[in-house]
Nanobody, 124 residues
Framework: QVQLVESGGGLVQAGGSLRLSCVVS????????MGWFRQAPGKEREFVAL????????YYADSVKGRFTISRDNAKILIYLQMNSLKPEDTAVYYC?????????????????WGQGTQVTVSS
């Protein structure tokens, strides 16, 4: 069982930055792939970024590549999503998710555990 709690969302102007955090607890965390997803009103949940905990390998959606950075803190067992150059279209609820290492990919259905989400609103 893995528990995830996100924080760090808020309201920011276009061009600004936010850093989201995801506290991870539970057994075998190092064997998981950790993803960030987002869901805007009326839209499907979409992949943002993925980090494989044991290797540190990262993957990004094309829409955020070069602007967002996913990272991990092994000591604090935290996942971060640094978001720079934010755009109004980045407005969504952002979710942290965990999937077994070999299954973690860009599909929401691959993930077994989800946090409650944190709202990010980017004003123009």
């Amino acid at each position: 069982q893995v528990q995830l709690v996100e924080s760090g969302g808020g309201l920011v102007q276009a061009g600004g930055s936010l850093r989201l955090s995801c506290v991870v607890s539970g057994r075998g965390v190092s064997s998981y792939g950790m993803g960030w997803f987002r869901q805007a009103p009326g839209k499907e949940r979409e992949f943002v970024a993925l980090i494989r905990w044991s290797t540190g390998s990262t993957y990004y959606a094309d829409s955020v590549k070069g602007r967002f950075t996913i990272s991990r803190d092994n000591a604090k067992i935290l996942i971060y999503l640094q978001m720079n150059s934010l755009k109004p279209e980045d407005t969504a609820v952002y979710y942290c998710a965990a999937a077994p290492f070999v299954l973690a990919d860009s599909r929401p259905q691959s993930y077994d555990y989800w946090g409650q989400g944190t709202q990010v609103t980017v004003s123009s």
